[in-house]
């Protein structure tokens, strides 16, 4: 058997159904952007349609959560009212107040 021919090879599937091994290689996939969320700047690059990333959150005033918007592994998501605007708010389970 060539090299080639070695590297085609597939691992056993482990009895992962499709959607669980499209899960896991999702889970590998970076999520968050370093910068900050700028409200007057909207991304409309390709890469930024293509591969988008949640921004991070850095308003420091009060809002208003309006409705639970659902749940997953890594967290839950809220619809809010933030100075007139409507955001859908990610906040993770493991999240750590900033020092």
């Known amino acids: ?42 991304d409309c690059a390709w890469k930024d349609l293509v591969n988008p990333l949640l921004g991070q959150f850095t308003h420091q005033g009060s809002f208003r959560f309006l409705k639970f918007l659902g749940f997953g592994v890594d967290g839950v998501v809220w619809k809010v009212r933030i100075d007139h605007q409507t955001y859908a708010l990610k906040v993770f389970w493991d999240a750590k107040a900033p020092e």
């Open 1 to 42: 058997m060539s090299l080639s021919e070695g590297n085609q090879q597939q691992l056993p599937e482990l009895g992962l159904s499709r959607r669980e091994r499209r899960s896991i290689r999702a889970k590998q996939l970076p999520f968050l952007e370093e910068r900050p969320m700028n409200d007057t700047v909207a």
